[in-house]
């Protein structure tokens, strides 16, 4: 079955702080997909990126890098010099590749971040 | 470029009765996903619809329904409502790659209807 886990249910940081959250996640499939979406107060959850699993490569953007691993099944995110702005629910998710299937999201169950100015 | 609009934003029903949610995609956009989110959690997937059919569906009950109409809107019908029926309902849609069926890539999501059940 197919599960993801961000451990981390709250983090409060001081603006310009750095500060990782974390996702681990469970498939039995070969081929699959990575996501972080962000949701802030309005409630759209916002795309921030997508990983498939044959490219490991790390990935930044801004402020904001990604760390794959899968030997340790987890899709890190690090947010560098965090600002007021980044505050919100950040969601990671998976799904699976293949058959149309794409669109079915397992989402973790967020991890909220404040950030203090 | 409008993207993905849900109406309405919020409404207030009791337990018995029976909601319809809607949703228009991102334009150029031709798959509709829906989500239910629990406050506190993350949200879980209701069903997709693709073509005017329901193409994958979650763990939920049939008093979950839906309907793609050929503009590529939808709706998500909920029967019987339930105490636990309260939640966000979000809207996501994609394009499908007409080769392979898959989409092509992320989900852009609406900001959400959130439904209270009393």
């Known amino acids: 079955a197919q599960k993801v886990t961000q451990a981390q249910t709250e983090i409060s940081v001081v603006e310009k702080e750095d500060v990782t959250l974390d996702c681990v996640y469970e498939?039995?499939?070969?081929?699959?997909?990575l996501f972080w979406y962000k949701q802030p107060p309005s409630g759209e959850l916002v795309f921030l990126i997508r990983?498939?699993?044959?490219?490991?490569q790390n990935e930044i953007s801004g402020r904001y890098s990604w760390n794959f691993q899968k030997s340790t099944s987890s899709f890190n995110f690090t947010i560098t010099a965090s600002q007021v702005v980044d505050s919100a629910v950040y969601f990671c998710?998976?799904?699976?590749?293949?058959?149309?299937?794409?669109?079915?999201?397992?989402f973790g169950k967020g991890t909220k971040l404040s950030v203090k100015p | 470029d409008a993207g993905v609009t849900q109406s309405p934003t919020h409404l207030i029903k009791t337990r018995g009765q029976q909601v319809t949610l809607r949703c228009s995609p991102k334009s150029g956009h031709d798959t509709v996903s829906w989500y239910q989110q629990a406050l506190g959690q993350g949200p879980q997937f209701i069903f997709q619809y693709y073509e005017e059919e329901e193409r994958q569906r979650g763990n939920f009950p049939d008093r979950f329904s839906g309907h793609q109409f050929p503009n590529y809107s939808s709706e998500l019908n909920v029967n019987a409502l339930l105490l636990g029926d309260s939640a966000l309902y979000l809207c996501?849609?994609?394009?499908?790659?007409?080769?392979?069926?898959?989409?092509?890539?992320?989900?852009?999501f609406g900001e959400g209807s959130r439904l209270t059940v009393l």
């Open positions: 996501a849609s994609s394009l499908k790659d007409r080769v392979d069926l898959k989409n092509t890539g992320e989900l852009f």
């Open positions: 498939t039995r499939d070969t081929t699959y997909y």
């Open positions: 998710a998976l799904s699976e590749a293949g058959g149309g299937s794409q669109g079915n999201l397992i």
């Open positions: 990983r498939n699993s044959f490219d490991e």
